[in-house]
């Protein structure tokens, strides 16, 4: 570097530390549930605790009907921090989701799973209109998803899948 040029160096440090347990718990022949949870830990954000709830039914061996509760926490990148788009002043988005479907053997080698969703997202991360990261205040999507799988021989899979989703920003 020549003149009044100066070279700087820009170093991030994050150190993340992370607990997880899940528990499976099957209360006679047709009811399951899943309980998990995260403990999370980071030396910039902090801590926060995400959690799942799946409670699901089996009837008949053929039609499992399940709920799931959850809700997830995801820190901005080090690129939408520190890149020439980023902005250190991101907070992390945290999401809250609830689900319900069935999972179906609807005959011998086909099977068909549906599920709708509603899913709430705050401090949505985005791209702000002045080229930078930015936080939005919440995001709301709902909409389903199907799963179409057929086995017409051992050596054949057919999978299908569809999925609608609407989504808004809210400020």
Do not use: C
């Not at 209360?27 to 899943?34: D, S």
């Amino acid at each position: 570097f020549s003149g009044s040029q100066q070279a700087h160096t820009l170093q991030a440090l994050i150190e993340i530390s992370s607990l997880y347990s899940s528990f499976f718990i099957k209360l006679g022949k047709n009811f399951r549930t899943e309980l998990g949870g995260r403990y999370n830990d980071h030396n910039v954000y902090g801590t926060n605790l995400t959690y799942t709830i799946n409670p699901s039914y089996l009837i008949a061996d053929k039609y499992k009907l399940f709920i799931n509760f959850s809700s997830a926490y995801k820190v901005p990148s080090l690129y939408q921090l520190f890149s020439v788009y980023g902005n250190i002043n991101l907070k992390p988005e945290s999401t809250r989701t609830f689900e319900f479907g069935a999972d179906m053997d609807i005959a011998e080698k086909i099977r068909l799973n549906w599920a709708y969703f509603n899913r709430t997202i705050q401090d949505v991360i985005g791209f702000g209109s002045n080229f930078t990261y930015i936080n939005s205040d919440r995001q709301k999507d709902h909409g389903f998803e199907l799963e179409l799988n057929a086995k017409p021989s051992t050596k054949t899979q057919v999978d299908a899948f569809y999925a609608y989703v609407y989504g808004r920003i809210y400020k």
